[in-house]
């Protein structure tokens, strides 16, 4: 996993959600500074599950972001919705050289390689050596969710040059300011309005990932942004359900993960030692406590350096990523 920082200051950092789009412009120095921050909330329906179902509305509303934020041509990094990525290892044979092993991956798709779509785009990791194999940490996604994004900012003035999956941006931010070490076991929770992205790393490498839809859509928030499309202010207004009893379902669908890493992804010798948190859910300090009183592992939401809402740390860890 690359966390150099560029040079580049004409990049600007994209993630497109259901409910929401959020920029992040950063002067790729260290200290890290940011430029600009900007986030503009979508309409119900435009976007479900990842999937671009509007796709004019959306292209009207980015142009308007496009122009608004002053970003018109320039190169953009993005993010693959969470629901449509599969993170794997595999091994492969260790004869197969390290330059060939994309294409040898390729190959293999519907072989030794099964995934739950078809025509992936795939990157990979290589972790070493093992049995007399080469082992690999596979990222795979449809290529036409990663195209459709990538085209969609091309008809809006800019130029995508680069994709990423949310669990390695946020791991990357909380690298940068030094809030993980390699041995732990580190739970990595992404709470949004609408889903919960769960992912766990050791050795600085994601294990695990585990994507859930909360049971609420966009219309159970009052939200009411601010004039300069920075933040907003953000209410449950859903009467016929307590936000509470959706807490709880969340906390047992974690227990759930907790409980598969222990015994079954580690057949009991290790467990999950530390929780990290980021997200835009208004109720982030809430389930942070809940969690530990809960679960009695430590629980942190990352304080960075600059002066930048929580919910623009994804963007800010996309800033972050190498392009090769």
């Known amino acids: 996993m690359a966390f150099t920082l560029l040079h580049s200051n004409q990049i600007a950092n994209i993630v497109i959600k259901d409910h929401v789009i959020r920029y992040v412009g950063a002067k790729q120095t260290n200290p890290l500074t940011i430029r600009n921050f900007r986030e503009r909330y979508l309409p119900k329906g435009i976007i479900h599950e990842g999937k671009i179902i509007g796709r004019d509305t959306l292209q009207l509303i980015l142009e308007e972001c496009v122009t608004d934020w002053g970003i018109k041509k320039k190169e953009v990094r993005f993010v ?5 990525v599969v993170i794997r290892k595999t091994s492969i044979p260790i004869e197969i050289k390290d330059d060939e092993i994309l294409g040898y991956l390729y190959l293999e798709l519907g072989g030794s390689i099964h995934l739950p779509f078809d025509e992936p785009v795939i990157d990979f ?4 050596e093992e049995d ?8 795979a996604a449809p290529q036409e969710i990663a195209q459709d994004y990538a085209t969609l900012l091309e008809e809006v003035a800019l130029r995508p ?4 999956i949310s669990p390695l941006c946020m791991y990357r931010l909380f690298y940068f300011y030094e809030k993980v070490d ?4 580190t739970m990595l929770l992404q709470f949004d309005l609408q889903t919960v992205n769960l992912s766990i790393f050791n050795q600085h490498l994601p294990v695990f990932m585990r994507h859930l839809p909360i049971d609420s859509t966009i219309d159970d928030w009052d939200i009411r942004q601010n004039p300069e499309n920075t933040s907003a202010e953000i209410q449950w207004v859903n009467p016929n359900q307590a936000i509470e009893m959706i807490i709880d ?3 047992k669908e974690i227990e759930h993960v907790l409980n598969f890493y222990r015994f079954n992804i580690r057949q009991g010798n ?3 030692t530390n929780i990290l948190m980021s997200g835009d859910h208004p109720y982030l300090h809430v389930l942070m406590s809940t969690l530990f009183e809960r679960f009695e592992i430590p629980v942190q939401i990352l ?5 930048l809402p929580v919910q623009y740390y994804l963007p800010l860890g996309l800033a972050l990523k190498e392009v090769q």
Not at 125 to 128: E, P, Q
Not at 182 to 185: I, L, P, S, T
């Open 249 to 251: 379902e969340i906390m």
């Open 132 to 139: 007399n194999k080469k082992v690999v940490l596979m990222f």
């Open 182 to 185: 390699a041995v732990d076991h």
């Open 80 to 84: 693959i919705p969470d629901s449509f």
């Open 125 to 128: 990791i290589k972790l070493g």
């Open 303 to 307: 304080e960075t350096q600059v002066e």
């Open 161 to 164: 040059i680069a994709a990423d």
């Open 270 to 272: 290790e467990q999950v």
